[in-house]
């Protein structure tokens, strides 16, 4: 004998379906987050209170996809359509699989790349200190200038590298 499905996880299993196109437009909707906002984003989608999640946003986009879920869910509850098939079920499975992937290869390529940066910076800032005029040697105020410059901005590159590389 089959069970049928509660609310939660029919709910569930639609959230789910749109749940990367909520991440891209308004993450607070899957996430939550430190504010309240986000936190009432989260608790309205996840308990099904379709109405309070459309009035927490002005987004069109995200409205769209809400109405979406709630279209979904009325045509599940009319019985229009089966709350999920096994072909979702694998599609739903295989898209987890390929986003989990393709987030930890991203990870070890942007690593390697803020590397080859920084290594290149370094390289950089040696081959201008070999030069007279960059070390200060010479008194002009252009290359004083240039130096200072090459220093504010090799440590910015390097601050938002690192704060880049923090994220992914």
């Known amino acids: 004998m089959r069970r049928s499905a509660s609310f939660g996880d029919i709910l569930i299993g639609v959230i789910e379906k749109y749940e990367d196109e909520l991440v891209t437009l308004d993450p607070e909707y899957i996430e939550g987050g430190d504010d309240n906002l986000a936190e009432r984003k989260r608790e309205a989608l996840s308990s099904g209170d379709l109405e309070t999640a459309l009035l927490l946003t002005r987004d069109r986009r995200v ?71 960059f070390r200060g040697d010479v008194e002009d105020n252009y290359y004083a200038d240039l130096a ?21």
């Open 63 to 133: 409205k769209e996809v809400l109405m979406t879920i709630q279209s979904d869910l009325d045509r599940i509850a009319k019985g229009e359509i089966s709350h999920r098939s096994a072909s979702d079920t694998i599609r739903n499975l295989e898209s987890r699989i390929a986003q989990l992937e393709g987030s930890r290869t991203a990870s070890i390529g942007v690593r390697r790349s803020a590397d080859k940066v920084l290594k290149a910076m370094r390289e950089m800032e040696q081959e201008l200190e070999k030069m007279p005029s």
């Open 148 to 168: 200072e410059s090459w220093y504010m901005l090799s440590m910015k590159v390097e601050e938002e590298i690192k704060h880049i590389v923090g994220a992914y």
